[in-house]
């Protein structure tokens, strides 16, 4: 066994706290932990070893803690896979991370069995519930005939140890691979700088294939913390959530955020307990702060960082509306530089591509010409644009990908957007480069609106304007198209690639 087995421990010190709780069904630490031993050996008699992939497709649920603890137990390592994913795109990250065994929820088996001819190999397949396909194994019955006793051959493969698969918005999306994990001394200064406790109760309710959730719920898990489980976010009941079972601590993308604060004001509840709203995977509109603040309380959190490099700065509370727009200053150990186009490090004020060395580094799996294009001289980059000021803040521009550059100057989407939400029709937007003859870009919005309000000639004259009066005159949009909702994935990260496609589907080109 390994050294440190934080759920061994819980379950000789707190056995009978419950560890995780999904509706009128909860499991304590002493029987997850069994649950766990269970899930490794019945992994281990299927041929799964140290190293080996166990791919799992669900939505968030009490197996899902037993596979993912099993696996870390036996020295497997969990992909998480993206629950939308469908026939091609699904066999392609199965196939790619070489999962030797494959987990799907209830909800996901017709999802993996419809994309098994495109599976390479041989694999295992394993139900979740009572639909049990034709050659696939039952969850049920495998842990049911497996030891509570921990596998004879159980190694460990330390916290965070992972593979998980990036959203993709340039070809097929790669696996940022930690297999490894990361040091426990980093994993206590994360939590420290969070100040998150034993006694917290946490909700996860964003998707669990997303890094951040499953990585909040990790902590929480070290801890000894209790985690509420919400299989698919949806507001109303994560609200009541919170109030039935005292959450203190969550995290979540804006956009879900949004819908909170929406929810709580059409119907409040009692959600005096959360401390803690842990906001990323996008930029935080302000005007979403100002409101979330107004309803909550001052519980807000903003974090920067990525899959491959985990959290590099945060913002606390008390800064949220002081510093509008920053997320945070860097985290210690982290080493940041802000490179211009000649390579050399920008001076404050000016925008530069964030680049980051520390010890959580991944690499992308089988992918050495991709993480070698990611990283220089030992420092990493996700392409995001980011400037500090002269207190240490970091201010994420934008993507790089998602720069539009017109009459050769460089514009960056998320702060138009952030003028744009900060009007009170607006319920979502996105800003995106359209061709242009003479300047070869131009600015176009593409906005959702809040109930009552009219998508007219007028609206789209009025939020011109608005943008004008907060952003210098070459930043405003040109043009505004409305639509009933924007593309965003279950993590809330707008999908731009699909909002753009329709503007330069006849140039041949995409910038």
């Known amino acids: ?32 932990n069994r649950r766990a031993n269970r899930a490794a050996n019945a992994f281990n008699r299927l041929g799964g070893e140290a190293g080996d992939r166990v791919a799992m497709m669900s939505f968030n649920s009490i197996e899902g803690s037993e596979v993912g603890n099993g696996a870390r137990r036996l020295g497997t390592i969990v992909v998480p896979v993206n629950y939308r994913l469908r026939g091609s795109e699904l066999a392609y990250v ?89 040091d426990i001394a980093n994993v206590l200064q994360v939590i420290s700088i969070f100040e998150l406790t034993q006694s917290d109760v946490h909700l996860t309710c964003g998707p669990g294939y997303h890094s951040g959730v499953a990585f909040f719920g990790t902590l929480h898990q070290v801890l000894g913390a209790t985690i509420v489980l919400q299989p698919k976010f949806d507001a109303d009941s994560a609200l009541d959530l919170i109030a039935r079972h005292g959450v203190t601590t969550t995290f979540i993308a804006p956009t879900l955020l949004q819908r909170l604060v929406d929810a709580q004001q059409q119907r409040p509840r009692d959600v005096s307990s959360l401390r803690a709203v842990i906001l990323g995977a996008a930029p935080c509109p302000f005007a979403l702060k100002e409101r979330a603040e ?17 959290i590099n700065t945060v913002l606390r509370p008390e800064d949220q509306l002081r510093k509008p727009g920053s997320c945070g200053t860097a985290v210690p150990g982290q080493e940041i530089r802000l490179v211009g186009l000649d390579g050399e490090d920008v001076p404050d004020g000016e925008p530069g591509e964030l680049m980051v060395r520390n010890g959580w580094l991944a690499e992308y799996y089988q992918r050495p010409d991709a993480t ?29 990908i998602d720069m539009v550059i017109s009459g050769g100057v460089n514009i960056y989407p998320a702060e138009i957007e952030a003028a744009l939400h900060a009007h009170p029709a607006v319920m979502d937007a996105a800003v ?21 309000a009219t998508a007219t000639k007028q609206m789209e004259v009025e939020l011109i304007a608005f943008c004008a009066g907060r952003l210098a005159s070459y930043k405003k949009p040109r043009s505004i198209d409305f639509v009933e909702e924007l593309p965003r994935d279950a993590a809330g990260k707008l999908l731009k690639r699909k909002i753009r496609e329709p503007s330069w589907a006849a140039t041949g080109r995409r910038i």
């Not at 999904?22 to 002493?30: H, I, K, M, N, Q």
């Not at 497996?146 to 051959?153: F, H, Q």
């Not at 294009?373 to 521009?397: N, P």
């Open 94 to 182: 199965l196939n790619d991370s070489a999962a030797k065994i494959v987990v799907a929820g209830p909800d996901h088996v017709d999802a993996v069995e419809g994309a098994r001819e495109e599976i390479e190999g041989d694999r295992r397949f394993i139900a979740v519930g009572d639909h049990v396909p034709h050659g696939w194994l039952s969850y049920r019955e495998l842990l049911d005939g497996a030891s509570d006793e921990p596998p004879a051959s159980a190694t460990g493969n330390g916290i965070g140890a992972s593979m998980i698969y990036t959203s993709g918005t340039t070809g097929h999306p790669k696996g940022a691979w930690r297999p490894h994990g990361v």
């Open 294 to 310: 107004a309803v909550f309380g001052q519980v807000l959190w903003e974090f920067y960082g990525a899959t491959e490099t985990g």
């Open 1 to 32: 066994m390994a050294d440190l087995d934080f759920l061994l421990g819980h379950a000789e010190s707190l056995p009978d706290k419950p560890a995780v709780i999904l509706g009128d069904r909860s499991l304590d630490f002493a029987t997850l």
């Open 372 to 400: 070698g294009k990611s990283l220089h001289e030992g420092f990493f980059s996700v392409g995001d644009i980011a400037y500090r000021d002269a207190e240490g803040y970091y201010f994420i521009c934008d993507r790089r």
């Open 432 to 452: 995106i480069g359209v061709p242009d003859e003479q300047w070869g870009e131009s600015v176009k919005a593409v906005v959702q609106l809040r109930s009552g």
